[in-house]
Nanobody, 124 residues
Framework: QVQLVESGGGLVQAGGSLRLSCAASGRAFRTYTMGWFRQAPGKEREFVCAINWSGGSTGYADSVKGRFTISRDNAKKTVLLQMNSLKPDDTAVYYC?????????????????WGQGTQVTVSS
């Protein structure tokens, strides 16, 4: 069992930066692939990025490549999402999720555990 709590969301102007954090509980955290997803009003939940258990493999949606960076600290049971050069299109609720697959997983159905989400709003 893994419980996930996101933090760090807020309101930022276009071009600005935010760093989201996901705190996990559970002894098996270091074995999970961790992902970030987002959902804007009226839209499907979409993949943002993910990182495998060791941190040695990452994957990003094309829309965030070069702007977002995912990292993890297994000792602290945290996953970070550094978001730079934010755009109004990045506005959404951002969710942290855990998958027991070994490889980077990009589909929501591949994730078992989800956080409650944190709102990110980017003004133009």
């Amino acid at each position: 069992q893994v419980q996930l709590v996101e933090s760090g969301g807020g309101l930022v102007q276009a071009g600005g930066s935010l760093r989201l954090s996901c705190a996990a509980s559970g002894r098996a955290f270091r074995t999970y692939t961790m992902g970030w997803f987002r959902q804007a009003p009226g839209k499907e939940r979409e993949f943002v990025c993910a990182i495998n258990w060791s941190g040695g493999s990452t994957g990003y949606a094309d829309s965030v490549k070069g702007r977002f960076t995912i990292s993890r600290d297994n000792a602290k049971k945290t996953v970070l999402l550094q978001m730079n050069s934010l755009k109004p299109d990045d506005t959404a609720v951002y969710y942290c999720a855990a998958s027991d697959t070994m490889a980077v997983e990009t589909t929501p159905s591949g994730y078992t555990y989800w956080g409650q989400g944190t709102q990110v709003t980017v003004s133009s």
